[in-house]
């Protein structure tokens, strides 16, 4: 986490930042090619000129909205990284990382179980995208993905799990019309401890490769 945030604390601004002007201008000459159009005098050098102009504005729209989406990423890595070197009680921490795991990847629920005594999962934190905790009986989640996770120490990603075979017929998936779910294992000596799972019950898909990372 910490290695993150410093990259992201130096990441360099993006120079083809897009302005206001430049979207206006652009409106404009797409407000006289369409005039020109409607008049059936179009200048060919003009029109391809524009059209490679209007090319190389949704590129840079598209990296925009890229890099603002890892900025929020950075912000959160930090945030987390400023919460665990915190004097905080540990359950209002551990609430707060759940907050920033949920802002990080887009899930609708976010929980943390520990292994109790026994071998079976206590949830320790249960937690939405409104920085709220779940009530107890709110506690409705795959144990199947819990379980499998703690038992091969593997995270497990599935960005449909209503339609992924690994799971076909699992009762809580079926009756809570699960989607996109991520889990994965707490190591500490080589132990796998608990688990961090994630789920999303309306959207498939959500969840990356990269956000197991």
Same mark, same amino acid.
Request: hydrophobic content about 40%.
């Given at each position: 986490?910490?290695?993150?945030?410093?990259?992201?604390?130096?990441?360099?601004?993006?120079?083809?930042?897009?302005?206001?002007?430049?979207?206006?201008?652009? $409106?404009?000459?797409?407000?006289?090619? $369409?005039?020109?159009?409607?008049?059936?005098?179009? #200048? %060919?050098?003009?029109?391809?000129?524009?059209?490679?102009?209007?090319?190389?504005? /949704?590129?840079?729209?598209?990296?925009?909205?890229?890099? +603002?989406?890892?900025?929020?990423?950075? %912000?959160?890595?930090?945030?987390?990284?400023?919460?665990? @070197?915190?004097?905080?009680?540990?359950?209002?921490?551990?609430?707060?990382? !759940?907050?920033?795991?949920? +802002?990080?990847? @887009?899930? %609708?629920? &976010?929980? /943390? !179980?520990?292994?109790?005594?026994? &071998?079976?999962?206590?949830?320790? =934190?249960?937690?939405?995208? #409104?920085?709220?905790?779940?009530?107890?009986? #709110?506690?409705?989640?795959?144990?199947?993905?819990?379980?499998?996770?703690?038992?091969?120490?593997?995270?497990?990603?599935?960005?449909?799990?209503?339609?992924?075979?690994?799971?076909? &017929?699992?009762?809580?998936?079926?009756? +809570?019309?699960? $989607?996109?779910? !991520?889990?994965?294992?707490?190591?500490?000596?080589?132990? =796998?401890?608990?688990?961090?799972?994630?789920?999303?019950?309306?959207?498939? @898909?959500?969840?990356? #490769?990269?956000? /197991?990372?």
């Amino acid at each position: 986490i910490i290695t993150k945030v410093f990259i992201g604390q130096h990441m360099t601004q993006n120079n083809s930042r897009i302005t206001e002007i430049e979207i206006a201008n652009m $409106r404009n000459n797409i407000n006289l090619l $369409r005039n020109q159009l409607k008049a059936g005098r179009v #200048d %060919e050098t003009f029109f391809n000129k524009q059209l490679d102009k209007l090319d190389n504005l /949704l590129v840079r729209v598209g990296e925009a909205q890229a890099h +603002q989406s890892q900025s929020a990423k950075f %912000e959160a890595l930090y945030n987390v990284s400023r919460m665990l @070197g915190s004097s905080l009680d540990l359950q209002i921490v551990l609430d707060q990382v !759940m907050d920033a795991i949920i +802002q990080l990847t @887009g899930a %609708e629920r &976010g929980f /943390l !179980m520990l292994r109790d005594d026994d &071998g079976g999962l206590e949830v320790r =934190v249960a937690r939405n995208f #409104d920085q709220q905790n779940l009530d107890s009986g #709110d506690f409705r989640y795959s144990r199947t993905i819990c379980n499998t996770v703690i038992d091969s120490g593997k995270p497990i990603l599935t960005t449909n799990a209503t339609e992924d075979p690994r799971f076909a &017929g699992q009762a809580s998936i079926v009756a +809570q019309s699960l $989607r996109s779910i !991520m889990a994965t294992p707490l190591r500490a000596r080589g132990r =796998v401890f608990g688990v961090v799972y994630v789920d999303n019950r309306a959207l498939s @898909g959500l969840f990356k #490769d990269d956000d /197991l990372a």
